[in-house]
């Protein structure tokens, strides 16, 4: 009897051990390839809301597939290539001006904090010192200047995508060596696909409304930098939690070094908070509804952890992530744990509905 229980925790113990390691290479190979792995996850989920988009154009308009494809492939490619550029030509805009404006704003930072007592103000002027603003705007640039690469990257991805597209079902069937298996796994597949281009459509569309507000504040305000903090709020606000708070304070803090005017500066952040506050707490939920169905904490976890393994662009990527996972452990039963401690009311859903939902309106 002590000799099987002595096998068992040995077993035991070389399962944990093997488990520990297979999780440290995991950890490993996301950090030294998390270039390639963030222009995959990307490329996957342009496939994906493109896909949905030439089924629907071609069905709808009677537009042969192939030519569907061939513009939406050409669409991709030359929005990144926009994006990208945009981007790099906005970042070289906040870096020259953030260049020219530091002094106007080392003396302006006295007559925003005198209010606040010396020791305050003493306390803010020595933490804003020790910033390293100069190692952060290169480390910016340097990110921004990767985009142009990441882009094509992602572009040509998302090409082979479609080039295979055909052969996924079949794929897919040889692969689980069962029909039932294959329809389950496709089924799968397609629930991720639509709960993940919804929740990213209706981001979208809030992203941009709060965005062009933010936009006029500043155009209003005659305040320089309008496209890029619109640009910069655009982007952040698909953090979710977080990314309005950060794009309020950056708003801010940029309103303060443009003008130098506590009164500006405080009426630029209070109507860039009511702005997220409205839209974030009041439009977004009502338009997303119940699509996520994710625990709060769960989603804040998911951003730390992704935040710390591919920094910003995984933190963008967290919650597309987190549904994916949800779902893929709803239907494990070993792994349901997981998706009931990821889901919001310990009700892991399945994304079956989605689909049933999707054959019903077709």
Same mark, same amino acid.
């Given at each position: ?229 619109? %640009? *910069?709020? !655009? +982007? @952040?606000?698909?953090? &979710?939690?977080?990314?309005? $708070?950060?794009?309020? =304070?950056? #708003? /801010? %803090? *940029?309103? !303060? +070094? @443009?003008?130098?005017? &506590?009164?500006?500066?405080? $009426?630029?952040?209070? =109507?860039? #908070? /009511? ?88």
């Amino acid at each position: 009897m002590d000799h099987s229980n002595e096998t068992v925790l040995r077993e035991r113990l070389q399962t944990g051990f093997l488990g520990l390691i297979a999780f440290s290479l995991l950890m490993f190979m996301l950090v030294q390839a998390k270039f390639i792995l963030i222009s995959l996850a990307i490329a996957i989920i342009l496939f994906s809301l493109t896909s949905d988009a030439i089924h629907a154009i071609s069905t709808r308009l009677r537009v042969p597939n192939w030519l569907a494809t061939t513009l939406a492939l050409i669409g991709i490619a030359l929005g990144l290539l926009w994006v990208s550029t945009t981007i790099v030509a906005q970042v070289n805009e906040v870096v020259f001006l953030a260049i020219s404006y530091a002094e106007r704003a080392q003396a302006a930072l006295p007559a925003l904090t005198e209010r606040l007592g010396p020791e305050a103000q003493e306390r803010i002027i020595t933490a804003l010192t020790n910033f390293n603003i100069t190692g952060w705007i290169r480390s910016l640039a340097g990110q921004a200047s990767g985009l142009l690469s990441g882009s094509v990257l992602v572009i040509l991805f998302v090409g082979f995508m479609f080039a295979e597209q055909v052969w996924f079902p079949l794929k897919i069937e040889r692969l689980a060596n069962d029909a039932d298996h294959a329809r389950q796994i496709r089924r799968i597949i397609a629930s991720i696909m639509h709960r993940v281009n919804r929740y990213l459509v209706v981001k979208t569309g809030v992203s941009a409304v709060t965005a062009s507000i933010v936009w006029l504040i500043f155009w209003t305000m005659g305040l320089e930098l309008a496209t890029a903090v619109a %640009l *910069l709020t !655009f +982007v @952040l606000n698909f953090i &979710p939690s977080v990314g309005s $708070i950060i794009a309020t =304070l950056i #708003a /801010v %803090l *940029l309103a !303060f +070094v @443009l003008t130098g005017d &506590p009164t500006a500066t405080v $009426i630029v952040g209070v =109507l860039c #908070a /009511v702005t997220q506050f409205l839209i974030g707490n009041i439009i977004d939920p009502m338009l997303l509804g119940q699509t996520l169905r994710l625990s709060s904490f769960g989603i804040i976890l998911s951003l730390a952890f992704w935040g710390a393994i591919w920094g910003v662009p995984g933190m963008f990527l967290a919650v597309p992530i987190m549904v994916a996972l949800m779902i893929i452990c709803a239907h494990i039963p070993w792994l349901r744990g997981v998706a009931v401690m990821l889901s919001r009311e310990g009700l892991p859903d399945d994304g079956d509905n989605d689909v049933q939902s999707d054959r019903m309106a077709a």
